[in-house]
């Protein structure tokens, strides 16, 4: 008998949603979904208000529990581990471990404001990887010059405009060296001029940095230009996914077409 090829651990996906489902009470936000992420790969997620698009991103950084299904990051169940054959409830630390993998930043930017941008940076390396302050600190200078606020290391949040804000956030979870980066509508809170420089500093990183990034957005034309693949989501399911120049230019559900119509 030939042996069994070695599996290829390229081809595992970064994320992988397994019939991942979220109730609240009576009302079902995510229904059932099947949907992997490739090593990475740009995908944005659009759709309606409500659609359960932010309710995605929350169960994958496990701020909140899934009522059924599973989720694997990098071929390894997030809240669950394999034991004798079965899957059950994972420790905590084993949660904490596969979750370190991941950063978000959220449309409010959640800074801490008695913190300066390099404190908000090195707080997590510090408390969570146990860095040296020399270490973190060096780390996140680079971070916050990546970012182009070398120069704001010392403000705090108060002090700074908030699309300078939103790229400390960006920052501050890039510190903790993550494989994927979640964003939840990280310009929707911005005016239009301050869009620009976040959105810049996503192209950079899409660029310089081997990350996967789960985006959330408004923005359809940096979806366009930016994403490897566009998901169309609406009532906890995605209806419609394809790379962004079909998905823009001849989206087949009735649906999306409709939602592109009151967007574009
Ligand atoms: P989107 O980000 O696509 O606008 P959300 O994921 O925020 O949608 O919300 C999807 C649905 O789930 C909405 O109907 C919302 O009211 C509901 N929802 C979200 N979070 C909670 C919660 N903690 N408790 C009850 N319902 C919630
Ligand atoms: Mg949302």
Not at 60 to 84: A, C, F, N, Q, Y
Not at 204 to 224: I, R, Y
């Amino acid at each position: 008998m030939q042996p069994e090829p070695a599996p290829d651990a390229s081809a595992t996906p970064m994320v992988r949603f397994k019939g991942a489902t979220k109730r609240y009470g009576a009302l079902t936000v995510i229904d059932a979904l099947h949907l992997d992420v490739a090593r990475n790969e740009k995908l944005a997620i659009i759709g309606p208000s409500g659609s359960g698009k932010s309710t995605l991103l929350r169960v994958l950084m496990t701020l909140d529990p899934l009522t059924d299904g599973v989720i694997e990051v990098d071929g390894e169940p997030l809240t669950h581990m394999w034991r004798s054959g079965e899957l059950v409830t994972a420790s905590k630390r084993h949660v904490r471990q596969v979750r370190s993998k991941i950063g978000m930043v959220f449309q409010s930017f959640n800074l801490f404001a008695h913190m300066t941008a390099i404190e908000n940076t090195i707080e997590a390396p510090l408390r969570v990887l146990g860095m040296s302050k020399k270490e973190a600190s060096e780390r996140g200078r680079e971070l916050l010059s990546m970012v182009g606020l070398a120069d704001k290391c010392h403000h705090y949040p108060s002090q700074l405009s908030g699309g300078q804000q939103q790229r400390v956030a960006i920052a501050r979870a890039l510190a903790m060296r993550p494989k994927i980066m979640l964003f939840d509508e990280v310009t929707s809170a911005l005016d239009p001029e301050l869009c620009g420089e976040v959105l810049n500093v996503i192209r950079k990183l899409g660029s310089e940095h081997n990350l996967t990034m789960l985006m959330v957005t408004h923005q359809m034309g940096f979806a366009k230009e930016f994403a490897d693949r566009v998901c169309f989501f609406s009532q906890g399911k995605v209806i419609e996914q394809a790379a962004p120049q079909q998905f823009f230019s001849a989206p087949q559900h009735e649906r999306t077409q409709q939602f592109l119509r009151a967007v574009t």
